[in-house]
């Protein structure tokens, strides 16, 4: 987990289809900013700081592609 890279909401999750960008690392958690506005819990957010366990279960390194829509 590095400063820049591009991660993915996993399916099923909130997250799904988003694409998170890490803007910053703490010990404990991550800044993401986000490609488009999310929903989460009645909120909209355009990026949020998440612990990094919340932000491993949410998003993945690689895009899962589903064929089968």
Known sequence: MKKGEIWFGRSGSVY???QARIESITT???QVS????VQVNGSQLAGEVMPKGKFRRMFDRVQQLN???
């Open 16 to 18: 799904e289809g988003i």
């Open 28 to 30: 404990r958690n991550v």
């Open 34 to 37: 986000y490609d488009r506005i």
């Open 67 to 69: 064929l089968f829509k």
